[in-house]
């Protein structure tokens, strides 16, 4: 184990116990100069982002476009953090509280985690956004960003740390790894003694890497084969509208719909419309048979497809029996992300309801809506696909645990 | 990866599904009809029970008593499938619910985990007790128990399975793995695709064995180095009273206290008293250098005292300059399971209370509270000495998760 690494958990762990006793005032304070820095620090984070464009010339477009900052970029990471320092703090929240047998007052109450790692590809606005989550949540951060934003990632925490330092406070609340090699990456997952929760974000091979070799405890995010039922007791625009949106509003995101499956007994009447307008989005359509039949322009879906997550413009199509049919391929090929089905019959929307095991189950609304703005969290860190500790969108409770205090006056135990 | 093991990952998961959909009076009913089984059977598990009583001759006699089933045990194992049945389901409670701007009913709603996997010690009552709680919060269960115990834990599995059978569920509800080999054990700390969370139960080294081999979720349970920490304000008797029952009344489970720590202050007064009570229930004695002045009969304490589990009747006792050397020697040396302040000013316990970072902090009241019984629970899997999911003692609650259910009325998202 990397003997530097060690020291950066010592630090971050130390750092978090600080962080732990201060009060929402100041975290709030801290995160609205983190945001006025950030904007007058506009020039020297642009510079050390245009060597990292540099550096990335022989890079796609899409890549080059996530990694470069702008003026308006920054002042949107600034907005960000003020939004953050405006969210109600979880930290001291008493989830619940009662007298035990033997009158124990006990209190069940929200503290921070300690140390969050992250791993994640060239964004360097994930240095920031997750910063302020983390930040105001009390726990400390190590960030290991993809290798080609380290410039910019290091200037956007030099501006952070700089803020801390001036408050008086542990600057290793935040902390980048320089050291941005698969080894060093491998020893973050297993440094169990210092990290408490170790979230990556990317894509699914990123994430996928980070569970199949972490030993320290893992949230598993963003992973999203959305399914939409169509039952025959749907509406037919209802349908129509809720899938285009799902589909076609931003098909990069995890919380777009990736597979359609429909009834038997209105697939003729309803999948013609249905296609057309996925096509007029410029949406390519792949099938099983019974779908090709009815609309011949749909392409022949492999098995692969079924459990592809396209982030695309392509929606796959499958024509099903009944509805244990659809709980039954969705339960099979989902990622657990989440499920609509849409249907006017109370029986039918129920039974999806209950058998559905996703992170999130929709009567007659659009995919797109699994998000923590749109829950209502005001904040969001990513969206959970397991099942231990979060599931579905993650706001700053998410990044909190909890500790048991008991006073009592002298009990002993019986 | 083991083909066997592979299926019987499938199967779990095939049984959880439909174990999710089973409602509470069914649960309860097939609870009581194992009860009652189990002791119709008794002659059949004693003699399994002997099977491996007899295997088991070079054993010490400690382990040998846990290994032995008696009539007497397979009816406090049935008694306590009957109290699982009389608690109540978590199963369908709603968290919280809501609607959110576009007027999406939204419900945070409980439901089973899914398959838990559970790797234990040559102690055939978790087959049973394990089961009681997973099966009444809705989840399939994977068991590897200790080789020693396979004849009893099948004996056991056999008649659990059975009533499953009669009564037309899934049998595969409750598996055991009989191939008790490391090699299977390692697999089913890598079967992420069917193993929603592994909880090992048994002594530290099988516990750290797992969380650094698992890849699957795991729940960390039962390490307990806890300490009190008597102040300069305490209360003679009461502390005297705390601190015996905390490490006397049973020492070998993991809420007995094995650290005393005590501000300079009291430790000339109190410290003589404190050790006699000790000493006078039997409990050897180890200190550092300033202790040892004050009690000479104190041994010496070595560095390696302070973070050890002792289980037995030993204590290690330290004398503290002031109580915020006592928060960094706890927060340094302890497993974050349970530690006590024992005192009368107001402000001491409330910074003991914040700055502890343990699943259970207390004022004035024994370790041994930490339990799940004690606490309402009216049941207990263990107790969680990491922060994620679940922390301090875990009853039926702890073995669910959350989906969200979300209700429109055909939203799309601007």
Redesign the interface.
Known sequence: MNEKLIQIGKNAKQAA?KL??LDTITKNQILNQFAEKLVANTDQILAANQKDIDNASDMPAKFTDRLKLTDQRIKDMAAGLQQVAALQDPIGNIDKG?Q???G?L?EKKR?P??VIAMIFEARPNVTVDATALTFKSGNAVILRGGKEALNSNLALAAVLRAVLKDNGLDENAIQILHDTSHETANDLMHL?KYV??LIPRGGAGLIQAV?????V???ETGAGNCHIYVDQFA?EQ?AI??I???KV?RPSVCNAAEKLLIHRDVAKKMLPAIAKALQDHGVQLRGDDRSREIVPSIKPASDEDWSTEYNDLIMAIKVVDNEQAAIDHI?NYSTGHSEVIISNNYQN?QEF???I??????????T???DGF???FGAEIGIST????A??PMGLNELT?????????????K
């Open positions: 116990y732990s006793l009662w035990n047998d033997a124990l006990i503290v985690l300690g169990n408490d929760v569970v199949k070799n972490a030993t405890p893992v949230i509406e209802m509208n809720i285009v949106n799902a509003q339960n929307g309801l209950n058998k095991d996703s992170a999130c189950v929709y009567v007659n609304a659009s797109r809506f699994t749109e829950f209502g397991q099942k231990l500790h599931r579905g645990t909890t500790k048991y205090v008991i006073r009592g006056n002298g009990q002993t135990r």
